[in-house]
């Protein structure tokens, strides 16, 4: 091992932690046996909120698991995301865009509410669905953030009606107090830099 | 509009604040006009650091730009998305899972440093080929935080030799400082709940 330039009592002593290490690894990993349907949250300020739940949604398509996804507030755009799933993968993931614009957009409360309940409406009858292993609600989180939706009546329906297998996956800053209460994942976007500031727009690939 | 339970001149305040908040927008949107390849980077304890980089992935694949992906540690197990890209979407995106596990799995720091130079062997050639639009290094964070790759010298090549529409995607925790410095766009992905904690188990979908 000479050639490596490392010394042979550090490479030992490295192997020595790392033994330790996975033997901790090991006993953790005997510990988790158990398998259920997880609600999942990503809220936070920062990017990745809905990549990291597209990324989830192509290894169930890869896995064969049926899955589905309702767009709260996205709609009107014809996103990267939207036509690979729907071109290549309505086998396997159905895709709704229920939304009509972020409600600046719309600045029609009426019109955004009543396409949050339709939202809604889509997505519990997809999660009560147990052939569909994961649902998206991509965005949900705005909605209850305006209180278009009722955050204590979603988390009621999801502790009552998902089945025990089902993953549902809710995306969207501003994540209420209750829904993280309820959920078993929960990550945090947080925001350390973005390119918006300085004047970088939005560039396919990356944003839809 | 009575019939929707919300008095009208709430509705008509809610108007106005949109209207607002969409003027500010749109003045913001159009002083963001620049596109540029972004050195982005997923850090943080939380999930989602490699699933939103394969979301991205994804999107790149929508819209036909060439993209590649180089894992650093993972490597021997068939994950969802590694099986979806090489069977479904070799033509636009390669693969090269180039880690042989974790360090605690394979205990032997010369054979993980290695790997990781080979691994950065090949992502430095991906990332020189001005056809490939984007490159995810899945985990390559880990290897900087032993110490099998130089931070200093992955941030100068980038700085050097990316060509200037490229982005390059940088996951895993614990990413250094010169690199944090050195990105257009860092999320931490911070762990506020995980189901690990209650003895659930990785599952497809899910985490692989």
Chains 1, 2 share one sequence.
């Not at 996205?74 to 159905?94: H, I, P, V, W, Y």
């Not at 669905?129 to 989180?141: F, K, Q, Y």
């Amino acid at each position: 091992m000479a050639e490596t330039g490392i010394p042979a009592d550090e490479t030992a002593r490295h192997a020595a932690k790392m033994a330790r290490r996975k033997e901790a690894k090991d006993r953790a990993l005997a510990e988790k046996t158990a398998e259920k349907g997880l609600i999942i949250v990503h809220t936070g300020a920062g990017k990745g909120k809905s990549s990291s739940g597209f990324g989830m949604i192509l290894r169930c398509i890869a896995h064969r698991m049926p899955c589905a996804v309702v767009q709260f507030v996205k709609g009107a755009r014809d996103t990267g995301e939207r036509r690979l799933l729907t071109e290549r993968f309505a086998d396997l993931c159905q895709f709704h865009a229920m939304g009509e614009g972020f409600t600046w957009e719309t600045q029609d409360r009426t019109r955004d509410i009543a396409a949050a309940e339709n939202g809604w409406r889509k997505a519990r009858d997809l999660i009560r669905d147990p052939a569909i292993r994961m649902v998206l609600l991509d965005e949900i989180n705005i909605a209850l953030r305006y209180g278009y939706l009722d955050a204590d009546q979603v988390v009621a329906f999801l502790q009552a009606e998902k089945p025990p297998m089902t993953h549902v996956v809710l995306t969207g800053r501003n994540a209420p107090g209750a829904l993280i209460e309820a959920a078993d994942l929960v990550t945090e976007m947080t925001l350390v830099k973005h390119p918006f500031r300085a004047g970088i727009k939005g560039q396919p690939g990356v944003e839809f």
